[in-house]
């Protein structure tokens, strides 16, 4: 297929699922910033950053029992679509039992009992929640949960204007518990999918077909957040709270390369690869362009509203950091097609590796910093720009590895 056709395929509907598929993925994160701006203005700094480690830990163990189930689902409900049900089923009764591991887990952790009771009831809220994620996907039903991710982020933001007074961690938690509850049950009522939990519907083969999925889900989020987890481990909570808060206007940019991409994954794949090349430079073209804008909108909302005031070279750094993923984007999903899954899942186990260790080098010599865990970051993408673009240069270099993939 060529350029000029995948261009015309960017076009009307097409277009419009672009933009619901981007809403979609982005409403969580936009209703987080919104609250996190009323959090650092109406209480302070150092209780979102206190609030975020433990998000943060959530978000890390929930990747567990999801067990990569959504795109394993999508997957496998297109090749049996009369079967979505029962297998949906077994997905969610198969990947409970991985639940109680973690909840043991939190158990451990040294926060006290209210707070790991919390951290427990989110979790399985969550993992409810989440197990519409591939039926959504598949249906393409965006809006219903574009509608509840933006209803649980006013309704957040609400109670937290109306109690600023009364908000601590405990309290903050008991929110999102609240929410988290009621977001699950909207879902599962609009839903409506007959829902009768049967132990019989467990199979571990299951978990075993999709563990390749589960590394891949779960490798990817741990590079994409090993930044944020070196911020808890080394930073005072009002360096986290900063941290967390230009971390996820970044990720916001990135994410942008990739919500456009996964909508045409197919046509991409049929790609010649000097075409997929091609591409992959328009993206990156266009990432130092919209990175800028972005940059720049950060700045000034960090500035005017967050009354948060970084630096030029923070600034730097966080331009420099958004940029390689617009490139090595389309490398990784050709990757991804001819079967080269374990390289990029011990190439993500590397890269976090390497991030962690190296910040905790550099801040055992120069002290503790969120510059330290910036450069850090940014270098790591660079680093895995080069070595996405030799290696996918390498495999990828015959045209034929494109073609006859449907």
Known sequence: MSLSAYYNFLSGKRLKLIFLNVINNLASQFSTLFISLLVVRLI??????????????????????????????????????????????????????????????????????????????????????????????YQRNYSLKIILEFSWGLLFALIVVLFKDKLTIITLLLLTAILDLAKATAMVIVMNISFKPNFSFFEIDYLKKSFLFFLLGFTGLII????????????????????????????????????????????????????????????????????????????????????????????????????PIFYYTIYIFSLLKIKRVAFIIKLNIAGALFTFLLSFIIMNIYGKSIYVIFFSSTLIQYVLLIIYTFYGNSKLKHPGDFHDIN
């Open 224 to 323: 994409s957040r090993i930044d944020q987890v070196s911020a808890a481990l080394f930073l005072e909570s009002n360096e986290i709270g900063k941290y967390q808060i230009i971390m996820s206007f970044l990720l916001i940019i990135q994410a942008s390369s990739n919500f456009i991409i996964q909508p045409f994954l197919k046509i991409i794949y049929r790609l010649k690869f000097t075409t997929a090349k091609r591409i992959s430079l328009k993206l990156f073209l266009f990432g130092i362009v919209i990175g800028g804008i972005g940059i720049i909108c950060m700045n000034y909302i960090l500035q005017f509203f967050y009354h948060i005031k970084i630096d030029f070279l923070l600034l730097l750094l966080s331009y420099l950091f958004v940029l």
């Open 44 to 137: 302070s700094i150092g209780i979102w950053g206190d609030y975020s480690k433990i998000i943060l830990l959530i978000t890390l163990l929930g990747q567990i029992p999801a067990w990569g189930s959504r795109d394993y689902l999508v997957r496998e409900f297109s090749r049996a679509p009369g079967s979505i049900n029962p297998v949906w089923m077994k997905s969610i009764v198969s990947r409970s039992v991985l639940l109680l591991p973690v909840f043991i887990f939190v158990l451990f952790t040294s926060y006290n009992l209210s707070i790991q009771s919390y951290i427990i009831l989110i979790l399985f809220l969550r993992f409810l929640f989440q197990s519409y994620d591939s039926l959504i996907l």
